[in-house]
Nanobody, 125 residues
Framework: QVQLVESGGGLMQAGGSLRLSCSVS????????MGWFRQGPGKEREFVAV??????YYSDSAKGRFTISRDNVKNTVYLQMDSLKSEDTAVYYC????????????????????WGQGTQVTVSS
């Protein structure tokens, strides 16, 4: 059984940085894509960033402040978050898609096969 195990969330002041990590455990496979979504208080779940083949894509709110990277040997994805703002406060979810078959829309939650349990990020102003 595949599990995505996240770590690195916490409390940070505005302007600070946090680094989230997510590792794949269980069945050995190399995900086609790995990324992050988030859900803030009273908000819908939204796309943050994805690493897909040799590409990376970001939401407008993440662009220029967040950096996603993958270690394919460790089957781990990272999200470096800099210049944090209070509006970044959310539960951050790691996601993985197993294959490239079918239609892949990287910013659509239902396109991903696996989700992590979520890690809380709180940014104080």
């Amino acid at each position: 059984q595949v599990q995505l195990v996240e770590s690195g969330g916490g409390l940070m002041q505005a302007g600070g940085s946090l680094r989230l990590s997510c590792s794949v455990s269980g069945r050995t496979f190399s995900p086609y894509a790995m990324g992050w979504f988030r859900q803030g208080p009273g908000k819908e779940r939204e796309f943050v960033a994805v690493a897909w083949k040799d590409n990376t894509y970001y939401s407008d709110s993440a662009k220029g402040r967040f950096t996603i990277s993958r270690d394919n040997v460790k089957n781990t994805v990272y999200l470096q978050m800099d210049s944090l703002k209070s509006e970044d406060t959310a539960v951050y979810y790691c996601v993985a898609r197993t294959s490239g078959d079918g239609t892949y829309s990287f910013n659509v939650p239902s396109t991903y096969d696996y989700w992590g349990q979520g890690t809380q990020v709180t940014v104080s102003s």
